[in-house]
T-cell receptor
């Protein structure tokens, strides 16, 4: 089984709808991240969490919110989806016990907002 | 601040050709450097990493040397295969005293033709 899983893998929604992307991990890591990937822009950090009670905004948090329900679960919500949020979304985890924080990625969620 | 700049693609090579993908960085302190690879339809996978100056990371025939004097971490492979076709991301993890975020380059797409 994969260490970092994301659901759904693909999602089509309409402008104005609220949607949630979910991430689960079995690696036992404290830290979790949400990124979006756009062609030509690489990965940009949306939110990150260093433990259940620690949530931080990343580079592009506007229009997004997150919830860290447990150490193993980190959800990303789009409160009112808009077309420019069409992108590939990745969840990642890392372990502060590693000397220099390697990040481990899920398979991604492809989101299309019509 | 922290940032990563990598050569723009796409790069197209014939099988068995030599590969170089350039990556330079700006960082405060002593970061760790990474190369991630993204195969079509998949998430990012760690390819190799280096945690201090002059370290060489290597995996699957790929190598990169952490050059502090030139602030570079160029990816090389002596003989590419069709299966190496993917997008390659250079990334930086700051020293824990100077920052927590992970910084990615924009990615370089590689296509290897038979």
């Amino acid at each position: 089984d994969a260490d970092v899983t994301q659901t759904p893998r693909n999602r089509i929604t309409k402008t104005g709808k609220r949607i949630m992307l979910e991430c689960s991990q079995t690696k036992g890591h404290d830290r979790m991240y949400w990124y979006r990937q756009d062609p030509g822009l690489g990965l940009r950090l949306i939110y990150y969490s260093f433990d259940v009670k620690d949530i931080n905004k990343g580079e592009i948090s506007d229009g997004y919110s997150v919830s860290r329900q447990a150490q193993a679960k980190f959800s990303l919500s789009l409160e009112s989806a808009i077309p420019n949020q069409t992108a590939l979304y990745f969840c990642a985890t890392s372990d502060r016990q590693e000397p220099q924080e390697t990040q481990y990625f899920g398979p991604g969620t492809r989101l299309l907002v019509l | 601040g922290n940032s990563v700049t990598q050569m723009e693609g796409p790069v197209t090579l014939s099988e068995e050709a030599f590969l170089t993908i350039n990556c330079t960085y700006t960082a405060t302190g002593y970061p760790s450097l990474f190369w991630y690879v993204q195969y079509p339809g998949e998430g990012l996978q760690l390819l190799l990493k280096a945690t201090k100056a002059d370290d060489k990371g290597s995996n699957k025939g790929f190598e990169a040397t952490y050059r502090k004097e030139t602030t570079s971490f160029h990816l090389e492979k002596g003989s590419v295969q069709v299966s190496d076709s993917a997008v390659y991301f250079c990334a930086l993890s700051p020293h824990f005293l100077t920052g927590n975020q992970f910084y990615f380059g924009t990615g370089t797409s590689l296509t290897v033709i038979p």
